[in-house]
């Protein structure tokens, strides 16, 4: 396919750009104002049987997958269900136990992904209620699932995905505060999500303008040879992401970590070379990732931090507007991405096409 580039050098930076507004596009007409509620037209789940669901299992892959973790996030926490994410592909081989009161997840961009298609298979051979959370109408596993929130981020036509990712992990806000206002969710906070939601896209434009200054980061870290990509809890999926996207497109290898893990094995690989992304933000974890920058510190690591503020012990610290501790996520993994490209940019790589990868996986 091929769709106008409006002006952008590469579909991918066409794509990081346009987020302010497919965000708003999968917020538009769902916000009940009335109730702190969301409406999800073709979920297919009825009030009494969300009320029924004891655990949500997400399946996705790449990374789909990393937008089902903060996905599960978000459902735990405001819904209240236990929920996880795991990799589709894998899920399909362990013979898993199909539970009747769980609801299954399946997520993906193209709808087309076979490991996740073969999973929504067998999950209804085995009599399970699968959703899915897909951007592409109509396709797969759109069809083979009972229901389900389209992402509605438009055509990706980039090998490597960023507006889709952000638009999913809203898509999961959507479902966790439609499921959270069935279940325990008061209407303070569903109050207090929706505005949150409602900030979105003017927080993401806020961001994509200091374009410019990430772009000068980008050429200070673009001669590493690895990278660390650190965060804890809400930060973790949101550093493994920026880690796939940097090795995706530059080609630099990169590794996440949860930061409390670090002690247990990788600081040994930090030296002045292989700098880390550490993922800061304001919340009940700020002083804990203070000290695990401090311990990279240490050992002459080099820190660009993400955060609501600057990080004394970074470096670099790239800062982002705030919003509720729920959705921040969403917000500081678009830093990332312009990094990820400047550093590709910079390095003269295939940026929409990057070696060995397809954009759609639609055999095993
Ligand atoms: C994303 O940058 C990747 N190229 C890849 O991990 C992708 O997310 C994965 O193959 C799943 O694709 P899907 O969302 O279309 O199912």
Redesign the pocket.
């Known amino acids: 396919a091929s769709y106008d580039m409006g002006g952008h050098d590469t579909y991918m930076h066409k794509e990081i750009s346009e987020q302010a507004d497919a965000v708003d596009r999968v917020l538009r007409g769902r916000i009940d104002e009335k109730f702190s509620t969301v409406h999800l037209g073709g979920l297919n789940l009825d009030a009494r049987e969300a009320r029924g669901i004891r655990r949500v299992k997400i399946l996705?892959?790449?990374?789909?997958?990393?937008?089902g973790l903060i996905g599960a996030s978000l459902i735990e926490g405001l819904a209240r269900i236990p929920a996880d994410s795991e990799p589709?592909s894998e899920f399909r081989y362990r013979n898993p136990v199909v539970d009747p009161d769980t609801l299954y997840i399946a997520?993906?961009?193209?709808?087309?992904?076979y490991?996740?298609l073969a999973a929504v298979q067998e999950l209804k051979r085995k009599g399970a209620r699968v959703l899915g959370v897909?951007?592409?109408v109509g396709s797969a596993?759109a069809r083979e699932a009972d229901g389900g929130v389209y992402v509605h981020a438009g055509p990706e036509v980039?090998?490597?995905?960023?507006k889709?990712?952000t638009n999913?992990v809203v898509a999961f806000a959507l479902l966790a505060l439609h499921l959270g206002r069935i279940r325990d969710l008061s209407v303070a906070d569903g109050k207090r999500i929706i505005e949150g939601l409602r900030r979105l896209p003017g927080q993401i434009q806020e961001i994509l303008e200091s374009e410019e200054d990430i772009k000068k980061l980008a050429a200070e870290y673009a001669n590493a040879k690895s990278m660390m990509f650190i965060g804890r809890v809400r930060g973790y999926p949101v550093a493994l992401e920026a880690s796939?996207?940097l090795k995706?497109i530059s080609y630099i290898h990169a590794e996440a970590y949860p930061a409390s893990e670090l002690k247990h094995g990788p600081l040994a690989l930090i030296e002045p070379a292989m700098p880390t992304v550490a993922i800061v933000p304001n919340d009940s974890l700020l002083e804990k990732n203070r000290a695990a920058m401090e311990e990279i510190k240490a050992r002459s690591g080099r820190i660009l931090a993400v955060a609501h503020q600057e990080q004394e012990k970074a470096d670099h610290t790239i800062i982002v507007p705030k919003n509720e501790d729920e959705l921040d996520p969403i917000l500081m993994g678009i830093p990332l991405q312009l990094l990820a490209y400047h550093t590709a940019l910079a390095l003269g790589r295939d940026i929409d096409k990057?070696r060995n990868?397809?954009?759609?996986?639609t055999v095993e």
């Not at 996705?60 to 937008?67: E, I, P, R």
């Not at 997520?107 to 992904?113: H, Y």
């Not at 990868?357 to 996986?361: E, G, P, Q, T």
Request: negative net charge; aromatic residues 6%; charged residues 15%.
């Open positions: 996705g892959c790449g990374t789909s997958y990393h937008a589709a997520v993906s961009q193209s709808g087309e992904t490991d996740v897909v951007n592409v596993i980039c090998v490597v995905s960023t889709c990712f999913t796939l996207k995706e990057p990868l397809a954009k759609s996986v």
